[in-house]
Protein backbone atom coordinates (compact mmCIF):
# COMPACT_ATOMS: atom_id res chain seq x y z
CA UNK A 1 0.00 0.00 0.00
CA UNK A 2 0.86 3.10 -1.19
CA UNK A 3 -0.48 5.67 1.56
CA UNK A 4 -2.99 6.44 3.75
CA UNK A 5 -6.04 8.86 4.01
CA UNK A 6 -7.22 9.46 7.66
CA UNK A 7 -10.53 11.08 7.95
CA UNK A 8 -11.59 12.11 11.55
CA UNK A 9 -14.99 12.61 11.99
CA UNK A 10 -16.26 14.21 15.45
CA UNK A 11 -18.82 12.69 17.61
CA UNK A 12 -19.71 10.07 15.68
CA UNK A 13 -20.79 6.72 17.13
CA UNK A 14 -22.66 3.77 16.07
CA UNK A 15 -26.10 4.15 17.64
CA UNK A 16 -29.96 2.64 17.71
CA UNK A 17 -31.78 1.67 14.74
CA UNK A 18 -34.59 4.45 15.54
CA UNK A 19 -35.25 7.34 12.82
CA UNK A 20 -36.29 9.40 15.74
CA UNK A 21 -33.10 9.68 16.98
CA UNK A 22 -30.61 8.67 14.66
CA UNK A 23 -29.58 10.29 11.79
CA UNK A 24 -28.48 7.35 9.69
CA UNK A 25 -32.10 5.93 10.03
CA UNK A 26 -33.67 9.07 9.35
CA UNK A 27 -31.12 10.42 5.83
CA UNK A 28 -29.84 8.07 2.99
CA UNK A 29 -26.03 8.71 3.21
CA UNK A 30 -24.96 7.13 0.91
CA UNK A 31 -21.18 6.54 1.65
CA UNK A 32 -22.73 3.55 3.86
CA UNK A 33 -25.72 2.13 1.89
CA UNK A 34 -23.92 2.10 -1.98
CA UNK A 35 -21.30 -0.70 0.14
CA UNK A 36 -24.21 -2.12 2.94
CA UNK A 37 -27.51 -3.07 2.64
CA UNK A 38 -28.17 -1.59 5.58
CA UNK A 39 -27.15 1.51 8.11
CA UNK A 40 -24.71 0.53 11.04
CA UNK A 41 -26.66 0.41 14.59
CA UNK A 42 -25.97 -1.07 18.04
CA UNK A 43 -27.78 -4.12 16.80
CA UNK A 44 -25.58 -5.14 13.42
CA UNK A 45 -22.31 -2.92 13.96
CA UNK A 46 -20.18 -4.63 11.62
CA UNK A 47 -20.26 -4.80 7.82
CA UNK A 48 -18.14 -5.93 5.12
CA UNK A 49 -18.60 -5.21 1.53
CA UNK A 50 -16.41 -4.59 -1.68
CA UNK A 51 -13.25 -4.06 -0.26
CA UNK A 52 -14.82 -1.55 2.48
CA UNK A 53 -15.11 -2.79 6.80
CA UNK A 54 -17.23 -0.86 9.01
CA UNK A 55 -17.00 -1.81 13.08
CA UNK A 56 -17.14 -0.33 16.28
CA UNK A 57 -14.34 0.87 18.30
CA UNK A 58 -14.50 1.15 22.42
CA UNK A 59 -14.10 4.66 23.58
CA UNK A 60 -15.28 4.59 27.05
CA UNK A 61 -11.59 3.47 28.04
CA UNK A 62 -12.75 1.87 31.09
CA UNK A 63 -13.18 4.96 32.55
CA UNK A 64 -16.44 6.07 34.55
CA UNK A 65 -18.28 9.26 32.77
CA UNK A 66 -19.10 10.01 29.00
CA UNK A 67 -15.96 10.07 26.75
CA UNK A 68 -14.35 13.26 25.82
CA UNK A 69 -13.01 14.83 22.65
CA UNK A 70 -9.84 15.80 24.54
CA UNK A 71 -8.99 12.37 26.10
CA UNK A 72 -10.51 10.73 23.12
CA UNK A 73 -8.30 12.56 20.70
CA UNK A 74 -5.29 11.73 22.47
CA UNK A 75 -5.81 8.44 22.84
CA UNK A 76 -7.02 8.20 19.14
CA UNK A 77 -3.10 9.60 17.98
CA UNK A 78 -1.30 8.86 20.87
CA UNK A 79 -1.76 5.48 21.53
CA UNK A 80 -2.62 5.23 25.22
CA UNK A 81 -5.07 5.52 27.39
CA UNK A 82 -5.60 9.65 27.76
CA UNK A 83 -8.50 9.53 30.07
CA UNK A 84 -7.04 6.53 32.19
CA UNK A 85 -3.69 8.96 32.53
CA UNK A 86 -5.68 11.86 34.05
CA UNK A 87 -8.44 9.68 35.76
CA UNK A 88 -11.38 11.34 33.44
CA UNK A 89 -12.61 11.89 30.78
CA UNK A 90 -11.92 15.34 30.11
CA UNK A 91 -12.14 17.95 26.62
CA UNK A 92 -12.72 19.75 24.23
CA UNK A 93 -8.96 20.14 24.21
CA UNK A 94 -6.13 17.99 25.84
CA UNK A 95 -5.90 18.50 29.48
CA UNK A 96 -2.53 20.17 30.25
CA UNK A 97 -0.75 17.04 31.39
CA UNK A 98 -1.20 15.15 27.89
CA UNK A 99 0.86 18.03 26.31
CA UNK A 100 4.75 16.45 26.85
CA UNK A 101 2.68 12.79 26.12
CA UNK A 102 1.32 14.40 22.61
CA UNK A 103 4.58 16.31 21.49
CA UNK A 104 6.56 13.24 22.07
CA UNK A 105 4.02 10.21 21.25
CA UNK A 106 1.73 11.44 18.86
CA UNK A 107 1.34 9.49 15.40
CA UNK A 108 2.50 12.17 13.09
CA UNK A 109 5.30 12.55 14.75
CA UNK A 110 6.23 9.21 15.08
CA UNK A 111 5.84 8.48 11.43
CA UNK A 112 8.38 11.55 10.28
CA UNK A 113 10.59 10.25 12.74
CA UNK A 114 10.53 6.93 10.15
CA UNK A 115 11.10 9.01 7.34
CA UNK A 116 7.56 9.42 6.33
CA UNK A 117 5.55 12.22 4.82
CA UNK A 118 2.44 13.93 7.12
CA UNK A 119 -0.03 16.17 5.77
CA UNK A 120 -2.73 17.89 7.93
CA UNK A 121 -5.04 19.68 5.26
CA UNK A 122 -7.49 21.91 7.12
CA UNK A 123 -6.75 25.15 6.84
CA UNK A 124 -7.39 27.96 9.52
CA UNK A 125 -8.50 31.70 9.75
CA UNK A 126 -6.37 34.24 10.72
CA UNK A 127 -8.37 34.69 13.66
CA UNK A 128 -7.06 31.48 14.20
CA UNK A 129 -3.45 32.09 14.13
CA UNK A 130 -3.72 35.52 16.20
CA UNK A 131 -4.97 33.10 19.25
CA UNK A 132 -1.92 30.99 18.49
CA UNK A 133 0.77 33.97 18.50
CA UNK A 134 -0.49 35.02 22.01
CA UNK A 135 1.15 31.75 22.83
CA UNK A 136 -2.33 29.80 23.97
CA UNK A 137 -2.41 26.32 23.87
CA UNK A 138 -6.38 25.72 24.36
CA UNK A 139 -6.76 24.40 20.43
CA UNK A 140 -7.74 20.63 19.52
CA UNK A 141 -5.49 17.80 19.86
CA UNK A 142 -5.32 17.49 16.38
CA UNK A 143 -3.77 20.93 15.14
CA UNK A 144 -1.67 20.85 18.57
CA UNK A 145 0.53 17.20 16.84
CA UNK A 146 0.58 18.93 14.05
CA UNK A 147 2.10 22.10 15.41
CA UNK A 148 4.27 19.42 18.51
CA UNK A 149 5.34 17.54 15.07
CA UNK A 150 6.79 21.01 12.78
CA UNK A 151 3.57 20.45 10.11
CA UNK A 152 2.94 24.11 9.08
CA UNK A 153 -0.68 25.17 9.63
CA UNK A 154 -2.42 25.69 6.81
CA UNK A 155 -4.35 28.80 5.99
CA UNK A 156 -6.33 31.24 3.48
CA UNK A 157 -3.62 30.99 0.75
CA UNK A 158 -3.77 27.23 0.86
CA UNK A 159 -7.35 27.16 0.76
CA UNK A 160 -7.43 29.61 -2.60
CA UNK A 161 -5.05 27.16 -4.12
CA UNK A 162 -6.42 23.82 -3.42
CA UNK A 163 -3.66 22.91 -1.03
CA UNK A 164 -5.81 22.79 1.99
CA UNK A 165 -9.83 22.09 2.72
CA UNK A 166 -11.98 24.20 4.83
CA UNK A 167 -13.18 21.98 8.27
CA UNK A 168 -16.91 22.20 6.54
CA UNK A 169 -15.80 20.73 3.17
CA UNK A 170 -17.23 23.65 1.14
CA UNK A 171 -15.82 27.01 2.51
CA UNK A 172 -19.90 28.08 3.34
CA UNK A 173 -19.13 28.73 6.93
CA UNK A 174 -15.66 30.84 6.19
CA UNK A 175 -18.18 32.97 3.96
CA UNK A 176 -21.21 33.02 6.27
CA UNK A 177 -19.27 32.91 9.36
CA UNK A 178 -15.74 35.08 8.53
CA UNK A 179 -16.96 36.92 5.79
CA UNK A 180 -13.89 36.00 3.47
CA UNK A 181 -15.12 36.46 -0.37
CA UNK A 182 -13.34 32.29 -1.01
CA UNK A 183 -15.63 30.44 -3.86
CA UNK A 184 -17.99 27.53 -2.80
CA UNK A 185 -16.77 24.35 -3.16
CA UNK A 186 -18.50 21.28 -4.47
CA UNK A 187 -18.07 18.32 -2.34
CA UNK A 188 -16.96 16.56 -5.14
CA UNK A 189 -14.27 19.16 -6.03
CA UNK A 190 -13.12 19.01 -2.26
CA UNK A 191 -12.57 14.96 -2.45
CA UNK A 192 -10.90 15.47 -5.78
CA UNK A 193 -8.50 18.13 -4.06
CA UNK A 194 -7.85 15.28 -1.12
CA UNK A 195 -7.61 12.05 -3.04
CA UNK A 196 -4.50 14.77 -5.40
CA UNK A 197 -2.79 16.03 -1.75
CA UNK A 198 -2.81 12.46 -0.76
CA UNK A 199 -0.88 11.24 -3.89
CA UNK A 200 1.93 12.93 -2.62
CA UNK A 201 2.08 11.90 1.13
CA UNK A 202 2.21 8.68 3.11
CA UNK A 203 -0.62 9.99 5.64
CA UNK A 204 -2.83 12.58 5.13
CA UNK A 205 -4.94 13.86 7.33
CA UNK A 206 -8.17 15.65 7.66
CA UNK A 207 -10.57 16.66 10.48
CA UNK A 208 -14.11 17.23 10.24
CA UNK A 209 -16.44 18.27 13.46
CA UNK A 210 -19.62 19.46 12.55
CA UNK A 211 -21.23 15.84 13.45
CA UNK A 212 -20.24 16.70 16.86
CA UNK A 213 -21.61 20.55 16.36
CA UNK A 214 -25.27 18.90 15.36
CA UNK A 215 -24.83 16.60 18.10
CA UNK A 216 -24.65 19.45 20.63
CA UNK A 217 -27.16 21.08 18.70
CA UNK A 218 -25.18 24.09 17.76
CA UNK A 219 -26.12 23.95 14.53
CA UNK A 220 -29.90 22.87 14.32
CA UNK A 221 -30.04 24.79 10.55
CA UNK A 222 -29.44 23.27 7.11
CA UNK A 223 -28.64 19.74 8.44
CA UNK A 224 -30.06 18.10 5.20
CA UNK A 225 -27.43 20.44 3.35
CA UNK A 226 -24.91 19.67 5.36
CA UNK A 227 -25.73 15.92 5.88
CA UNK A 228 -25.39 15.93 2.02
CA UNK A 229 -22.23 17.38 1.67
CA UNK A 230 -20.26 15.16 4.06
CA UNK A 231 -22.33 11.91 2.41
CA UNK A 232 -21.37 13.43 -1.23
CA UNK A 233 -17.70 13.84 0.18
CA UNK A 234 -17.08 10.80 1.87
CA UNK A 235 -18.39 8.83 -1.14
CA UNK A 236 -16.35 10.51 -3.60
CA UNK A 237 -13.35 9.42 -1.73
CA UNK A 238 -14.96 5.90 -0.77
CA UNK A 239 -15.50 5.52 -4.90
CA UNK A 240 -12.13 7.13 -6.39
CA UNK A 241 -9.64 6.01 -4.35
CA UNK A 242 -6.55 4.58 -6.02
CA UNK A 243 -5.75 0.94 -5.03
CA UNK A 244 -2.75 1.79 -3.86
CA UNK A 245 -4.50 4.22 -1.51
CA UNK A 246 -5.69 3.33 1.63
CA UNK A 247 -8.28 4.88 3.68
CA UNK A 248 -9.42 4.96 7.60
CA UNK A 249 -12.84 6.93 8.49
CA UNK A 250 -12.95 7.36 12.36
CA UNK A 251 -13.86 9.01 15.57
CA UNK A 252 -13.39 9.53 18.96
CA UNK A 253 -16.82 9.25 20.72
CA UNK A 254 -20.43 8.99 20.36
CA UNK A 255 -22.99 11.86 19.90
CA UNK A 256 -24.24 12.70 16.24
CA UNK A 257 -26.11 8.94 16.40
CA UNK A 258 -28.25 9.66 18.82
CA UNK A 259 -29.66 13.58 18.53
CA UNK A 260 -32.48 13.17 21.24
CA UNK A 261 -30.00 14.34 23.47
CA UNK A 262 -27.17 17.08 23.55
CA UNK A 263 -24.49 15.36 25.09
CA UNK A 264 -22.24 12.65 23.94
CA UNK A 265 -22.84 8.85 24.23
CA UNK A 266 -21.49 5.53 25.74
CA UNK A 267 -21.75 3.74 22.34
CA UNK A 268 -19.06 2.68 20.51
CA UNK A 269 -17.56 4.41 17.63
CA UNK A 270 -18.08 4.72 14.14
CA UNK A 271 -14.84 2.78 12.03
CA UNK A 272 -15.08 2.60 8.68
CA UNK A 273 -11.46 1.70 6.04
CA UNK A 274 -11.05 0.43 2.47
CA UNK A 275 -8.38 -0.96 0.61
CA UNK A 276 -5.59 -2.51 2.96
CA UNK A 277 -6.72 -1.08 5.90
CA UNK A 278 -10.31 -2.97 5.60
CA UNK A 279 -8.42 -6.51 6.18
CA UNK A 280 -5.66 -5.32 8.92
CA UNK A 281 -7.51 -2.83 11.05
CA UNK A 282 -11.14 -4.76 11.77
CA UNK A 283 -9.28 -7.39 14.14
CA UNK A 284 -6.82 -5.17 15.24
CA UNK A 285 -8.64 -2.12 16.27
CA UNK A 286 -10.63 -2.53 19.53
CA UNK A 287 -10.63 0.69 21.23
CA UNK A 288 -9.13 4.11 20.14
CA UNK A 289 -5.56 3.18 21.82
CA UNK A 290 -4.96 0.80 18.85
CA UNK A 291 -5.71 3.10 16.03
CA UNK A 292 -2.42 4.80 16.18
CA UNK A 293 -0.58 1.51 16.31
CA UNK A 294 -2.92 -0.37 13.57
CA UNK A 295 -1.51 2.82 11.10
CA UNK A 296 2.31 3.16 12.29
CA UNK A 297 2.49 -1.06 11.10
CA UNK A 298 0.61 -0.43 7.95
CA UNK A 299 2.89 2.67 7.26
CA UNK A 300 6.53 2.01 9.13
CA UNK A 301 7.66 -0.33 6.63
Known amino acids: MKNLIFIFLDGVGIGEADKSKNPFFNYDFKFLSTFFKEMPSIQNPRMESRGVSLFPVDANLSVEGLPQSGTGQVSLLCGFNGAEFIGKHFGPFPYSLHHDEIRNKNLFHILIEHGKKVDFVNAYPK???????????????????????????????????????????????????????????????????????ADKNDLTVFEYF?????????????????????????????????????????SDHGNFEDLSVKTHTFNPVFCMTKGVPAEQFKDKVKSLIDVKWAILELLKN
Open 210 to 250: LTDHIGHRRITENLDEIYKELDDFLLYILNNTPPETGVLIV
Open 127 to 197: LFFDYLNKQKRRIGTFALSALYSGIRLKGLEDLRSGRALSNDITNIRWQTRLSYKLKTVLPATAAKRLLKI
